[in-house]
């Protein structure tokens, strides 16, 4: 959580997790650009620049592969839950790498000549007509525009400044940049290959990160068709003897939204499901010193009021609760964010 | 916590226990798996080619004629011990330019002309050094040069740049090296057709337009494309020339 905006709030996992991103970039690199040429049986060698920009390049890829495999990872088995978490981090090492491999073929392709390097990469081809030697570039330049961009909006200041939801919206550019570097690297690079050993690395990487996001999105609408509910003034959560304490039930509201139902301490509570931080589940959460905890980066609730603990200033929408019988009913309507509701008791030995 | 529930992770809390081996192995599969990703990658790439710049040979100074294909060409009378008499030479300036002001003044005449070699197969080209240094009259009756005509030939290849494919880029071919090959050709280097197959002996033809015109612009958006085109082939020393036909580019059968 923050309230103050330092440049990165370090941690001991946060120290742990980049270590071990720059390890994989570090050892991906070296081999590509220091142990590979030996075994190589070229008679003379490919030039020290394009195989620099190669190696950056099928680097930026790899990392950009890695980081969309995350996300539905994460949905398909918390396990993942952890890579996640500085995940940000690992998104803007892959901008510096995706810079070096533009500046290695600006610097090499594009310079020699009269005119300016950057003009002569917007007109030297001018082939968009064709499929075959389309200049591939103009992809690459969208999606290295787009990665700056992420990595420079990545900080929680500017999801404060423009809105989660603006922030979000503007983050998943990364599924059209990464098309882009899709076509980037199939009418590019791939058009040339005699060796297709990386054409099929680099087609089963972008298949992975497709399969896997289909899985995913198949495994919560599943969820979702289980959670819906049928337009009502009150909606049934579950049977009190269903919760357990310091973990909530979720329901699918008719207007989309999501409501958590926690139990704490033989009390229910129902605070929004999406974290004011990255939407996060906080219905998949649990509760931790009395405070709701995103399982994605850790902000945390009190799941009576919606309110971050002070000096925390996030907040989320509550829900009013009631009990019909043995059942937990939620009001759909949701209250303004951080409106405190009284928790409504259970009855006693109803809680597993 | 109820068993039934996963370790829960809490970025700026210790891992919990049942978690650390698990990431522990998370970590190790990722670690190896980007460094067997960057050796997998970096030995399947392909060979670039035996075309380069040879700086080995150190600077080359020959006299020979100057001929405009328009493109400029020495063909050389006097050699050396690396560059023989019969050779012909493309030649360029430094980088991705030409050498038209100098050469178009002493086309026809003998010329000394002083650079580093570039040479790929039968392809040999001489990068120029600066102004006379470079290029500069020579004193003399320029002795008449002999070309041979081949008639029209229908190539299946690929236009390109003559300097990168002669070595000034490993690779120096293809698409994916085709923004770079146009501007080359932009900057007036001479272009050059990569033969599928020899034509009299060689693979590589210096690539003109119809009648001793510069390639034409539109055949810009086939450069490092695989096509077929028909034109004249003409031998000039060691050299070809293949005069082509716009009208007449294809697509391999």
Redesign the interface.
Known sequence: MSVKYTPVQWNNNKWIYDAIMLAGVGLFLYIFLYAAPGILSHERPINPQVHNARAFGACAFVMMTVILCIGPLARLDERFLPLLYNRRHFGVMTVFVAITHASYIVDWYFAFSMSNKYEALLFANTSYGQLKGFPFEAFGIFALAVLIILAATSHDFWMKFLSPPVWKRIHYLIYPAYLAVVAHVSLGILQDQQNHAFTWLFAGGALTVGVLHLLAALKERARDQALSVAGADWIDVAGVDEFEDGFAKVRLLPDGDRVAVYLMDGKLSAISNACAHQNGPLGEGRVIDCLVTCPWHGFQYDVRSGRSPAPFTEMVPTYNLRLQGQTVQVDPKANPPGTPVDPIAIPQGAVT | ??DK??P????????PQG?KQ??LL??AL??A???G????????????????FRFDYGRQTVTGVVELTPYPLVRVTEGNERIAPGTTLMLSG????NVDARAIPLEGQLAQVSGIVLQRGTLNMLQLRGGRNGMSAVEGAAPAQSSKPLGRWKLAGEICDGKCLA?A???G????????A???L??GVPPVFVSSKPVDGSEFLLVTGPDGTELPKSL??????YITIEGEVERRGDLLVFSVDPTTVGEPE
């Open positions: 916590m109820s529930h996963p829960f992770f809490v970025g700026y809390l210790p891992i978690l698990w990431l998370v970590s990722l670690v798996g980007m460094a990703f960057g050796l997998v990658m970096g030995i399947a790439q392909d060979d670039p080619g035996p075309g380069a430094q980088g991705k330019s070595g880029m490993r690779p071919t293809g698409l994916a090296h085709k923004a770079c146009n501007l080359c932009i900057g810009y958006d086939q450069v490092g494309e």
